[in-house]
């Protein structure tokens, strides 16, 4: 009983300490704690739900044993990022979202490849991941290439389309008057079109981050070397260490939050002009 209430006793000062907040002014630090009082509370409950019903650790660890399991396996959730993160999705990403980006402008410059291509990206794209990703696994071995391939054909189709969008934003009257000054098409694209298109083309990059990791963790699955977050969770599950997959989790929970909001804060530095980032 006493988790119970403390479980309790926890939402109900997470909830006033909320309402406080709500009605302050709002600041970079009111922004701030909201969530994070909400996760704490969130947290709190969990902790005390699992020790209170007596949860088994194998359907539910409490969140102090997955902390403790995190702390004692920084060498093995180290590995496991960079094999995973730094191998596979980041370099799966560059080279999916830039592929894109390049193929887009040539879209662009030869309009009849627009309905030539699009709808070829719009079948790949439609393609579940979990049958592509054996066949890339087989095509490029087990190693983080097949991962970085399979995360390219993940994030290359939202890319594409968002930048294609982007760079018909501009309306006719614009590029007209960038005819009447005699601008050669690359002249256009580098001063009108591209950075018109730039609310899109970060719409289309924040869109794929998240896409990214989850293609690589998913693609580890059907075949990695002894290290990775996939192969970690796929093999700690077998093994009942639900501890270990909740670490790495919470690995994948932190690196695509700070991924996606490193991508948002580039946005909002290149874009200011832009009314979404004003106020």
């Known amino acids: 009983m006493m988790w119970i209430a403390i479980g309790v006793i926890s939402w109900l000062i997470g909830w006033r300490a909320n309402v406080w907040l709500a009605a302050q ?4 630090f009111t922004t701030l704690m909201v969530p994070v009082i909400f996760g704490l509370t969130l947290v709190m409950i969990w902790e005390a739900a699992v020790r209170g019903f007596e949860i088994s650790p194998v359907l539910l660890p409490a969140p102090s ?3 403790v399991t995190f702390v004692q396996s920084l060498d093995i959730l180290w590995q496991d990022f960079v094999q995973t993160v730094i191998k596979g999705a980041l370099s799966g990403y560059i080279l999916g979202c830039g592929s894109a980006f390049l193929i887009a402008i040539v879209i662009d410059r030869f309009p009849f490849l627009q309905r030539g291509l699009l709808p070829v990206g719009n079948f790949v794209a439609a393609l579940p991941i ?9 095509w490029f071995g087990f190693d983080w290439q097949s991962k970085a391939a399979v995360v390219v054909v993940m994030v290359f ?3 594409l389309v968002n930048t294609v969008e982007g760079l018909q934003a ?3 009257m614009q590029r007209d008057l960038m005819r009447t000054y005699a601008s050669s098409y690359m002249q256009t694209l580098l001063k009108l079109r591209l950075p018109a298109a730039m609310p899109f083309i970060f719409n289309g990059l924040k869109i794929t ?5 989850i293609g690589a963790i998913v693609a580890e699955f059907f075949g990695s070397p002894i290290k990775g977050m996939g192969f970690r969770i796929s093999t700690s599950v077998g093994q009942l260490a639900l501890d270990l997959v909740w670490a ?27 009314p979404s980032q004003r106020g």
């Open 157 to 159: 189709f939202p890319m």
């Open 65 to 67: 044993v997955i902390a």
């Open 209 to 213: 981050t998240t896409l990214a990791l």
């Open 170 to 172: 501009t309306d006719k």
């Open 130 to 138: 979990v049958g592509m990703a054996p066949i890339l696994v087989m």
């Open 25 to 28: 002014p709002t600041s970079r």
């Open 248 to 274: 790495e989790i919470v690995v994948a929970a932190i690196v695509g939050s700070a991924f996606y909001g490193g991508v948002a804060k580039l946005e909002k530095a290149l874009t200011f002009w832009h």
